[in-house]
């Protein structure tokens, strides 16, 4: 079974930057695409970036400039760099990966959609 597990979140103050990572547990053949969501309180879940396996990148508009999506070294893994900092930037971030490809007791099965718990990230002073 193939679990995603979002880290890095925290406190930061206005302006500043922070870094999420998720990374995907499991036998990970390969992912098709990886992105970040974000859902602030009592709004709904909303896009922020995705990368596919090749490396093309999209963003949400308010994002561009901003933030930063990358592919680690694994392939199970994304990370998401964020920089000027905003307060409207508070909410908790998802991890998302579609097309997960994985080996589980010799067999290797594709996993359509997978996402994670979040991880919450609060932007104050």
């Known amino acids: 079974q193939v679990q995603l597990v979002e880290s890095g979140g925290g406190l930061v103050q206005p302006g500043g930057s922070l870094r999420l990572s998720c990374a995907a547990s499991g036998i990970i053949l390969s992912i098709n695409t990886m992105a970040w969501y974000r859902q602030a309180p009592g709004k709904e879940r909303e896009f922020v970036a995705t990368?596919?396996?090749?490396?093309?990148?999209n963003y949400a508009d308010s994002m561009k400039g901003r933030f930063t999506i990358s592919r680690g070294y694994a392939a199970n893994t994304v990370n998401l760099q964020m920089s000027s900092l905003k307060p409207d930037d508070t909410a908790v971030y998802y991890c998302?990966?579609?097309?997960?490809?994985?080996?589980?007791?010799?067999?290797?099965?594709?996993?359509?959609?997978?996402w994670g718990q979040g991880t919450q990230v609060t932007v104050s002073s």
């Open positions: 998302n990966a579609v097309g997960v490809a994985y080996t589980q007791n010799s067999r290797s099965y594709l996993l359509s959609e997978a």
């Open positions: 990368i596919t396996d090749s490396g093309t990148t």
